[in-house]
């Protein structure tokens, strides 16, 4: 692979190569290249590490546009009972338009955190896997959960959440079936029950000690919103980072999406820890959720990646608009142009997210790491004569990616994804979300 600029998360080669094989990357440099079987050429493009997603929902393609201007608990309540009608059919085709979209914007490893099962339809787990097959994308599914029901003083109607014998055998099933810990894996299984006000405190245990036996890793969503931190002060007398500590939920096997209201101390014990946070400034600013404290957690030397949220409170999945968003929330967050940089920006997208995700092996364009890369045009309209061209990356985001190389396959070619005929995605969404509907 040449590109006009390698950067690498580190250095910036003019006129730089990436040298691959096997998946792997083999050397980095500039000049004439090593021979190479086949070569991709991109003289008018930075080429940079495949993206990281670190948070996401995917069905939720299937449902987006709901509840336009709702506060996330009442963004939820009219949402669930739509959720309770997907079947495995249905997480297919979404997940298949968000891997679609995700490869699109420059994404090569993801994430997803599915939490609805509902009663009699088998087989939404495994949809999730094939279309990453298919796709072509480096993913770490999510078997999640709900437990805590509107009776037992959850949020979500009984009829969506599962019994907890069950979420913990099938969970233990698809490790066993799907997870492969080795180095270059594509898939990597982690057990996620949904929020603190969604799943049960035993449960919450019970998952970590699931996960722990069979070292896989742990996600959850924390301290989203305010009445989220209500609830919790209410039903356990906690705040929710408390509540993760008495529960067994930190540590560096850990990641939490969004982690937006923190307190000083808390924000020094996620770093402390080592638990990472999935910054998802697009939905958290649709949601009118709050702004995360991405520059003092970078401060404390915390694990921050970045995540595009399910579709259904952001409306895509372009994960380049992602560190666009993160860069400039932080800064209107603090007003100051100095609280998030643009390469900072790119690294929280890159090796943020893979540290969130456990992988060192992705994340930066160094020998030994898997063949994930990114090429983004610096010649089009919106960017051609950029003097900065990172940092132009970042100040005006790529619509959509013009290469992308996912274990060392090329997946997308001149803006064109090889893997799936993205007209068809896009009618099968359609379809599917007009069904749903009802
Ligand atoms: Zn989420």
Redesign the pocket.
């Known amino acids: 692979m040449k590109a006009g600029l390698v950067y690498t998360g580190t250095r910036e080669i003019e006129n730089g190569w990436v040298h691959v094989r096997h998946g792997e990357i083999i050397e980095v440099g500039s000049g004439p290249p090593p021979h190479a079987g086949e070569v991709v050429d991109e003289p008018n493009c930075v080429a940079m590490p495949g993206l990281v997603n670190a948070?996401d929902?995917m069905y939720q393609w299937a449902t987006r546009g709901y509840v336009a201007d709702g506060t996330l608990f009442e963004w939820l309540r009219a949402l669930y009972p739509v959720w309770a009608r997907i079947d495995a059919d249905t997480v297919r085709v979404a997940a298949r338009a968000a891997m679609a979209r995700l490869l699109l914007s420059g994404c090569t490893l993801s994430t997803d955190?599915h939490y609805v099962f509902p009663h009699g339809r088998p087989g939404i787990f495994e949809a999730l896997v094939d279309a990453a097959r298919e796709l072509g994308l480096r993913f770490h599914p999510c078997r999640g959960s709900m437990s805590l029901g509107e009776s037992k003083g959850g949020l979500p109607p009984d009829s969506v959440v599962e019994d907890e014998d069950a979420i913990l055998a099938h969970t233990e099933a698809m490790i066993d079936r799907y997870h492969d810990s080795k180095g270059r894996s594509m898939c990597r299984v982690v057990v996620a029950p949904c929020s603190p006000f969604s799943v049960t405190p035993q449960l919450m245990r019970d998952s970590a000690a699931l996960a722990r036996r069979h070292h896989v890793r742990l996600h959850t969503?924390l301290a989203e919103t305010l009445d989220e931190e209500r609830f919790c002060l209410e039903k356990f007398g906690r705040r929710p980072v408390e509540l993760m500590e008495d529960l067994g939920w930190v540590g560096e096997d850990v990641w939490y999406?969004h982690g937006i209201h923190l307190s000083d101390a808390e924000v020094d014990r996620i770093a402390e820890v080592k638990t990472g946070i999935a910054h998802?400034p697009s939905?958290n600013m649709r949601l009118g959720a709050g702004a995360c404290r991405v520059e003092d957690l970078v401060r404390a030397g915390a694990r921050v990646g970045l995540g595009v949220?399910?579709a259904a409170s952001n409306e895509d999945a372009n994960l380049a608009m992602e560190a666009h968003q993160a860069l400039l929330l932080a800064r209107v967050r603090s007003s100051s142009p100095r609280s998030l940089d643009a390469r900072t920006a790119w690294r929280l997208a890159t090796r943020g997210g893979a540290e969130c995700l456990g992988r060192d092996d992705c994340g930066t364009l160094e020998p030994g790491k898997c063949a994930d890369i990114a090429c983004f045009r610096v010649d089009d309209l919106a960017h051609a004569g950029i003097k900065d061209l990172v940092a132009g990356l970042a100040l005006a985001p790529p619509a959509r990616a013009q290469t992308v190389v996912v274990d060392g396959r090329v997946v997308v070619r001149g803006g064109r994804l090889l893997t799936a005929d993205e007209d068809e995605v896009a009618r099968d969404i359609a379809a599917t979300s007009r069904r749903l509907a009802g």
Do not use: L, M, T
């Open positions: 948070h929902h955190h969503h999406a998802c939905s949220d399910g």
